[in-house]
């Protein structure tokens, strides 16, 4: 018997071991029509998890079991495997530079440019462009390059925006090399934006992992003092392999999940904790708002844009305007004000003591009661039971 001997089974779905949704299709053997490893097969999310293990890639990490393996429920199954020779490794392609570069224009066209002017000014866009090299198709979509620590220009996806940030899920992403009709194309994908890790500037920066570029792009220029890296999905780059960490090595790392994801992501942790990696998981979103799919770019976005409401009637009502001599209050008068906090947005003491005419003595006080909260990662309070951005 051969490998062709095996094949996707066409009878159900069961829980993908990576993803863990139920779109997972296992590998059987043709002869016997039983199954293999119950980690075997090919996940149907293939823009999302894109997880496929296939018998060879099984039995070639799996040497001992060539023979014998069991299935998940602990039963032995024995298959008719060849010792196969070991083939080369197919070597790793590339992109030229070039290539990328040659997309770095065309921003007037490009949808997640557009999108970016909802919350950002032209400076502040240009900045992203240049920290993450975005590129642009002739049909306005973004393309979000890969480079290694090395320039090495790995992947380059290919996705389509709306007006309001969200993407437009009518287009499916899709690989540059498929456009390019390179279908032997062997790429092996890295973090969005590893190639930033290299920058003296970045060097004692704790890294920031989100799962969406997006997501990657805006914390960059909200929260600068951090290096912010995305996975283009929650397995989009088989993360969890050492390979893929090699050059996080040495930093503080802490995990941004989607709200959905955060069980996963605590999972994936102690994988990483074991490769002896210094990683953490951010858990107030999962705390806030549980039951949802948001991830920390969704409350950066609200906040920008309830501060840009916010400037417009600041500078329009508080022109010669004198502030009056901070206040001593009671507790019942500092819940009142506490109350009338914004949703979605965070102070510094300093902008609580402005905005509500107090002292900051009162700040701490706030706080001792439980009306605000502050958030260590950004060195910002945020009234209680609401989100920190």
């Known amino acids: 018997m051969n490998y062709h001997s095996y094949s996707l089974t066409k009878k159900g779905k069961n829980i993908c071991p990576e993803c863990e949704r139920k779109t997972f299709v296992k590998y059987i053997d043709n002869e016997t029509g039983n199954p293999l490893h119950y980690t075997v097969g090919k996940c149907d999310r293939a823009n999302n998890c894109a997880y496929h293990y296939t018998p060879k890639q099984f039995f070639i990490d799996h040497p001992n079991e060539r023979t014998t393996a069991r299935t998940h429920n602990g039963q032995a199954q024995t298959w008719k495997v060849p010792n ?7 070597p790793i392609d590339y992109f030229d530079e070039k290539i990328m570069i040659a997309t770095m ?5 490009n949808s997640f440019v557009k999108a970016l002017q909802m919350i950002f000014d032209e400076n502040q866009i240009n900045n992203i462009i240049d920290r993450y090299k975005l590129g642009t198709t002739k049909t306005g979509g973004v393309v979000f390059w890969q480079v290694d620590t090395l320039g090495r220009v790995r992947y380059g996806k290919v996705m389509y925006y709306l007006p309001d940030l969200h993407r437009d899920k009518s287009k499916h992403p899709v690989g540059v090399h498929s456009l390019m009709g390179r279908h032997g194309f062997n790429h092996r994908q890295c973090f969005f934006g590893e190639h930033l890790l290299n920058r003296p500037e970045n060097k004692d920066k704790t890294v920031c992992i989100v799962e969406s570029e997006k997501s990657a792009c805006i914390c960059s220029e909200v929260l600068q003092d951090y290096l912010w890296l995305a996975t283009g999905g929650k397995s989009g780059i088989k993360w969890t392999n050492k390979n893929v960490w090699a050059g996080l090595h040495g930093r503080k790392v802490v995990l941004f999940p989607d709200v959905d994801a955060h069980r996963q992501w605590m999972e994936k942790a102690k994988i990483f904790r074991s490769y002896g990696m210094d990683v953490s998981v951010f858990d107030i979103l999962a705390k806030i708002a549980p039951d949802t799919q948001q991830d920390i770019a969704d409350h950066i976005v609200i906040y920008l844009q309830q501060r840009k409401e916010k400037s417009f009637v600041e500078d329009v009502t508080c022109i010669h305007t004198e502030q009056p001599s ?9 819940a009142k004000l506490a109350t009338g906090l914004p949703d979605y947005n965070s102070f510094t003491e300093t902008e609580l003591c402005w905005m509500l005419n107090i002292e900051p003595i009162q700040v701490q006080k706030l706080a001792d009661n439980g009306l605000i909260y502050f958030i260590s990662f950004t060195g910002r309070y945020c009234r209680s039971g609401c989100t920190p951005f």
């Open 84 to 90: 196969m020779p070991a083939q080369p490794e197919k």
């Open 105 to 109: 224009t065309a921003y007037g066209r």
């Open 326 to 334: 901070p206040r001593i209050l009671s507790g019942s008068e500092l």
